[in-house]
């Protein structure tokens, strides 16, 4: 019995080491001509720049990484300067020194890469988690922000209706799973299937590239402290903004209810709302061309 437990110790602590893949792997495969990094507070952050114009900043939400722009990098760089990084705790970027985590912290990263790129005034869009960091930090530096794109955002804490990923990371018996810092494949296709309507549009790159991305070491850690960190409401300020904002939102969203839409719509002074019938959570991937073009059309006007 000892032996057997030996054996299957050193398997497990075996299995455990060789699965993360090797950093400088996940660089070359998860990077292109236009990736760069710059280090600052200990962590080197990964980022994109591309076109020329005025800026627009992407940000993308939990589970994910700045891939999720990938479609519309490509539309909206033809007329627009377009930024997009990966956040602390996500995609290659990693884990902070630390590993602490806040809404205030994220939205100091931030202002301090725009400070880092030479960027004054900027245009922003946030998905999710993104969405939330975009109005805070609005609410922070509105003389920074020109205009606001929120994609089914997060915000409106006191719902307590929590995505499937907080909930498992809020949970003490299945946060073991955070824990262990492993995810079965089967799991992340089935978080995919949650925020896609359209289950065509899911492919098996994509899930490998958020199962790969999700696995970057010290990933999940990090995703489990931002799952439990406290969180302050500030939506109530959200009327001070003057800023020209436009929500858009998929009507099938499993993780964020449209209803909160409606929340944002009323909160806001200056504020448009397209609802995108049988779409889900993530519009810039399931329907990027649509949803661009709206973007293009409102920042344009």
Not at 223 to 238: D, E, G, M, P, V
């Amino acid at each position: 019995m000892y032996k057997f437990s030996f054996i299957r110790s050193i398997f497990i602590l075996v299995y455990l080491v060789s699965f993360f893949m090797d950093l400088e792997k996940l660089i070359s495969k998860y990077t292109n001509e236009h990736s760069k990094f710059i280090e600052f507070y200990g962590i080197n952050i990964h980022y994109r720049d591309e076109g020329e114009g005025d800026v627009i900043l992407l940000v993308h939400g939990t589970f994910s990484s700045l891939h999720t722009f990938d479609k519309w990098t490509e539309i909206l760089s033809k007329n627009y300067r377009v930024v997009r990084l990966d956040l602390p705790g996500f995609g290659l970027t990693g884990p902070t020194i630390d590993n602490e985590y806040g809404i205030d912290l994220f939205i100091d990263y931030i202002i301090k890469f725009m400070d880092f790129i030479n960027v004054d005034k900027f245009n922003i869009a946030g998905n999710s988690l993104g969405g939330w960091l975009s109005w805070e930090l609005a609410l922070a530096h509105e003389d920074r922000i020109n205009k606001m794109i929120l994609l089914n955002s997060a915000g409106y804490i006191t719902d307590r209706d929590y995505p499937l990923p907080f909930i498992i990371a809020q949970n003490p018996v299945l946060r073991k799973l955070f824990n262990v810092n492993f995810i079965p494949k089967v799991i992340v296709r089935r978080f995919l299937r949650q925020v896609f309507y359209n289950q065509m549009k899911i492919t098996d790159q994509m899930i490998e590239r958020y199962y790969d991305l999700v696995h970057r070491e010290g990933n999940m850690d990090a995703f489990a402290r931002i799952a439990n960190s406290n969180y302050k409401q500030n939506t109530h300020l959200l009327s001070s903004l003057k800023i020209p904002t436009l929500l858009l939102w998929g009507s099938k969203d499993n993780w964020i209810k449209p209803k909160h839409a409606s929340y944002f719509q009323k909160d806001l002074r200056n504020v448009k709302l397209k609802i995108y019938e049988n779409v889900g959570h993530v519009p810039m991937e399931e329907i990027p061309e649509e949803s661009a073009m709206d973007v293009i059309e409102f920042l344009k006007n």
